[in-house]
Nanobody, 126 residues
Framework: VEVAESGGGLVPAGGFLTLSCEVS????????MAWFRRAPGKEREFVAA????????YYAASVKGRFAISRDNAKNTVYLQMNSLRPEDSAVYYC????????????????????WGQGTQVTVSS
């Protein structure tokens, strides 16, 4: 399985952006999908996740209410809609896929065992 992100770019503070993550080499419907990000000089941090069916979503406190994760299993694609962007949201955003099932999500396990994409840069100007 491979994942590939797209949709990054430069936006002003308060703006919005939608990231996409396409899964290839396997069906995304059996995988939990997540977004992480890493800002310069910082550790990679969890942003949002969605269970295989799409019924369960999970968010970091810093993005809850501003970001929304969704998926289209027919297209093997996961999305991250980012609204009310702040300069501190600037980072490389990475997609992650793993085999966790619906009902719970362990982002530490995903970070250590999941499949990563190459990342897409998001820059929010102040």
């Amino acid at each position: 399985v491979e994942v590939a992100e797209s949709g990054g770019g430069l936006v002003p503070a308060g703006g919005f952006l939608t990231l996409s993550c396409e899964v290839s080499g396997g069906a995304s419907s059996g995988m939990a999908m997540a977004w992480f990000r890493r800002a310069p000089g910082k550790e990679r941090e969890f942003v949002a996740a969605i269970g295989p069916s799409g019924q369960n979503t999970y968010y970091a406190a810093s993005v809850k209410g501003r970001f929304a994760i969704s998926r289209d299993n027919a297209k093997n694609t996961v999305y991250l809609q980012m609204n009310s962007l702040r300069p501190e949201d600037s980072a490389v955003y990475y997609c992650n896929a793993d085999g966790q099932r619906d009902g719970s999500y362990d982002w530490v396990w995903a970070r250590d065992h999941g499949t990563w994409g190459q990342g897409t840069q998001v820059t929010v100007s102040s």
